[in-house]
C-alpha cells in the first residue's frame, strides 16, 4: 500500500489544456473517487496516475516517490477498466494467473494468489469457464481479481460499473466497497455517478472543466457544499436554487424572488439588505405546512416510488423538487404550502456562486 500525491499537474493535448493546476493528497489506504460530469478530466487524471497519458506540468508521486517517468509496469498499480479487457480465449482462472505469468512468478505464488483472490470475489466455481460463459457482474469481478493477484499499491478503477444494469451496479459498488475494507489498499476510483461516490468513498474530488471545486467526505460535501456547482452535483434529486434579493420585511430578514415569493431566512443571519443571493434548499428537507407561514408551490407532477413521494413543482418563479417519506395524496394543479428547514438552508453568493459563510 501507498500515499498517492498529485502536486499541482496539468494536462494539455496540443492547443487545449484539460487539466489545471490540480493538487489532490491520497492517504495510504484511503478510497477517494474522483467524480464529475463528462468532460471534467477526472479519467485523464486517473490514466496520468497509471502512466498512460504524460504529464504536461507537475508531479505525482506514489509511496513517496516521483513517476512521471516511471512506465506503467514499474508504477506497482492495477487498474479496472469499464469495458473488463479480459481475454476471450483464456479461462477464468488464466486470465486471473496472466500478468502473474508474464511477470514470471512462481507456479506456487501463482496458485496461491490466485485461489484467495478468487475466494474473495466468489470466483472459483467459475475457474473453467471462458469470458462468453459469464454475466456482466461475473466478468467484472474477474477483472478485479486480476487485479487483486497482483497485490499492488494503489488500485485505480475507471467507471468499472458503467456498462451494467442498475440493479447489479448496486451490488457491484457494495462488493468493492467491502473489497477495500478487507485488503484496505489504496484506491482511486472515477465516475460520472454522485450516488457511486458517496456511498463507496472515504473522500470525494469534485470536478469540473478541469479544476478541483472541492475535496472532503461524502456528507460533508452534502452538508457544506463550497460553490453552487457542487451543491447542485452532489445530492439526489437536486437541490433547489431561487435567485433572490435579501429584504426587511416586519424587521425580519427574508428573500424575495424574482416573482415577488418571500422565502424566510434564519432570526438574526447576517447578510445586508439588497445582497443578490441564490438560496438553496434541498428537495428533502421541505416541510408540508397548513398554514400561511409555507411557501406557495403548484403541484405539476407526483412520482410514487413506494417508499417515498417526489413532486415537482412550480416554485418562486422555478422548477422545484420536494420529497416526501410520509403518503399524502397531491393533484397535479393543486397548490401545497412547504416550508424550507431554516437550519439546513445553503445561501450562494449570486455573482460568484460561491458560499455565503453561515
Not at 221 to 244: C, H, Q, T
Amino acid at each position: 500500500m501507498a500515499s498517492v500525491e498529485i502536486r499541482e499537474v496539468d494536462k494539455v493535448f496540443g492547443s487545449t489544456q484539460v487539466l489545471f493546476g490540480v493538487s489532490i493528497d491520497i492517504a495510504d489506504g484511503e478510497f477517494v473517487v474522483l467524480v464529475g460530469p463528462s468532460g471534467c478530466g477526472k479519467s485523464t487524471l486517473l490514466r496520468m496516475i497509471a502512466g498512460l497519458e504524460e504529464i504536461t506540468r507537475g508531479e505525482i508521486l506514489i509511496g513517496g516517490r516521483v513517476v512521471n517517468d516511471v512506465p506503467p509496469r514499474d508504477r506497482d498499480i492495477a487498474m479496472v477498466f469499464q469495458n473488463y479487457a479480459l481475454y476471450p480465449h483464456m479461462t477464468v482462472r488464466e486470465n486471473m494467473a496472466f500478468s502473474l505469468k508474464l511477470a514470471k512468478a512462481p507456479r506456487q505464488v501463482i496458485e496461491e494468489r490466485v485461489d484467495r483472490a478468487a475466494r474473495i470475489l466468489g470466483l472459483t466455481e467459475y475457474f473453467d469457464r471462458y469470458p462468453r460463459q459469464l454475466s456482466g457482474g461475473q466478468r467484472q469481478r474477474v477483472a478485479m481479481g486480476r487485479a487483486i493477484v497482483r497485490d499492488p499499491q494503489v488500485f485505480l478503477f475507471d467507471e468499472p460499473l458503467s456498462n451494467l444494469d442498475a440493479k447489479l451496479r448496486v451490488q457491484m459498488r457494495t462488493e468493492i466497497k467491502a473489497l477495500h475494507q478487507r485488503l484496505k489498499t489504496t484506491s482511486i476510483y472515477v465516475t460520472h455517478d454522485q450516488i457511486e461516490a458517496m456511498t463507496m468513498a472515504d473522500r470525494i474530488v469534485v470536478m469540473q472543466d478541469g479544476r478541483v471545486e472541492q475535496v472532503g467526505a461524502p456528507l460533508e460535501l452534502y452538508d457544506r457544499p463550497v460553490n453552487l456547482f457542487v451543491a447542485g452535483f452532489i445530492g439526489s434529486p437536486a437541490m433547489n436554487f431561487f435567485e433572490a434579493t435579501v429584504r426587511r420585511e416586519n424587521a425580519h430578514p427574508v428573500a424575495v424572488s424574482r416573482d415577488g415569493t418571500v422565502l424566510p431566512l434564519p432570526e438574526g443571519i447576517g447578510i445586508e439588505e439588497g445582497r443578490e443571493l441564490v438560496y438553496g434548499i434541498r428537495p428533502e428537507h421541505l416541510t408540508l405546512v397548513g398554514d400561511s407561514a409555507g411557501v406557495p408551490a403548484e403541484v405539476v407532477v407526483v412520482e410514487p416510488t413506494g417508499a417515498e413521494t417526489l413532486l415537482v413543482m412550480n416554485m418562486a418563479g422555478g422548477p422545484a423538487h420536494a420529497v416526501f417519506r410520509e403518503r399524502h395524496e397531491f393533484r397535479p394543479g393543486e397548490t401545497v404550502r412547504l416550508m424550507p428547514d431554516l437550519g439546513r438552508l445553503h445561501l450562494f453568493d449570486r455573482r460568484t456562486g460561491q458560499r455565503i459563510a453561515d
